[in-house]
Antibody, heavy 118, light 112 residues
Framework: EVQLVESGGGLVQPGASLKLSCVAS????????MSWVRQTPGKTMEWIGDIKYDGSYTNYAPSLKNRFTISRDNAKSTLYLQMSNVRSEDTATYYC???????????WGQGVMVTVSS | QITLTQQAESLWVSPGEKVSITCRAS???????????LSWYQQRPGQTTKALIYHASIRTDGVPTRFIGSGSGTEFTLSIEDVQPEDIALYYC?????????FGGGTKLELK
C-alpha cells in the first residue's frame, strides 16, 4: 500500500523557518518526481514546486521560489520542504504528492497543517 | 502561467442524477505527444486526495466507470453519472503541461 506521511507542521511565528518532511512507502520513491502542494483555509490549491527523482533538478512556483526549498533523500525515501521567512499567507495544509510517467499527481499524503501567527 | 477556471464553486445534486464539472484553461493543454495534461482529483473529508482522471479522459485504477473525463484544447469536463452519496466531495482540475503546475479553484459537490 502506498503511503505518504507528512510531518513537521504546527504553529510558527512570522519570519521563522520550518522544515516539513514526507516519508514515502509502498513504491519505489527514487523513480518518482515529487511535489509539494498546499491548500489554504479557503480551499485554494497551490502547487509549490517539485523535484526530479534523483534530486538533481527542482522547479518552484515563482512567488515562492525565494523562500521555499525542496529536497529529498532517496536512501530514506523522504521528501523535504524548507520554509523560511514564513508569512501569515503561508498558513495552509501542506501535501506531498508523487508524479509518475503520466505526469499527474497519483498519490497524496494526508497533509500537515502549518499556521503562521504571532 | 496557465490559469484554470472552474466556473462553479458549488453544485447541488440528488443521488442518481448526472452532474458535470467544467474546467477551462487559459491556453491549450495539448502537448506534442497528442495528450492533454489535465487531470481531475477528488477530496473527501478525512480522506487523502484521490486522482480520478489523467490525460483528460483516462480513469486511474479502481475509479468507478461513472466518472467520465472529456474535453480537449482548453475546455474539459468531469461528468459523474448516477451520483452516489460517497461522491459528495471537492473536485479539482490540474494542469501539468507547463510549470508552474496550476489548479482550478475547485468545485464542491453537495446534496440537494
Amino acid at each position: 500500500e502506498v503511503q505518504l506521511v507528512e510531518s513537521g507542521g504546527g504553529l510558527v511565528q512570522p519570519g521563522a523557518s520550518l522544515k516539513l518532511s514526507c516519508v514515502a512507502s509502498g513504491f519505489t520513491f527514487s523513480d518518482y518526481w515529487m511535489s509539494w502542494v498546499r491548500q489554504t483555509p479557503g480551499k485554494t490549491m497551490e502547487w509549490i514546486g517539485d523535484i526530479k527523482y534523483d534530486g538533481s533538478y527542482t522547479n518552484y512556483a515563482p512567488s515562492l521560489k525565494n523562500r521555499f526549498t525542496i529536497s529529498r533523500d532517496n536512501a530514506k525515501s523522504t521528501l523535504y520542504l524548507q520554509m523560511s521567512n514564513v508569512r501569515s499567507e503561508d498558513t495552509a495544509t501542506y501535501y506531498c504528492t508523487s508524479s509518475g510517467k503520466y505526469r499527474f499527481f497519483d498519490y497524496w499524503g494526508q497533509g500537515v497543517m502549518v499556521t503562521v501567527s504571532s | 502561467q496557465i490559469t484554470l477556471t472552474q466556473q462553479a464553486e458549488s453544485l447541488w445534486v440528488s443521488p442518481g442524477e448526472k452532474v458535470s464539472i467544467t474546467c477551462r484553461a487559459s491556453q491549450s493543454l495539448l502537448y506534442t505527444d497528442g495528450k492533454h495534461y489535465l487531470s481531475w482529483y477528488q477530496q473527501r473529508p478525512g480522506q487523502t486526495t484521490k486522482a480520478l482522471i489523467y490525460h483528460a479522459s483516462i480513469r486511474t485504477d479502481g475509479v468507478p466507470t461513472r466518472f467520465i473525463g472529456s474535453g480537449s484544447g482548453t475546455e474539459f469536463t468531469l461528468s459523474i453519472e448516477d451520483v452516489q452519496p460517497e461522491d459528495i466531495a471537492l473536485y479539482y482540475c490540474l494542469q501539468t503541461l507547463k510549470k508552474p503546475s496550476t489548479f482550478g479553484g475547485g468545485t464542491k459537490l453537495e446534496l440537494k
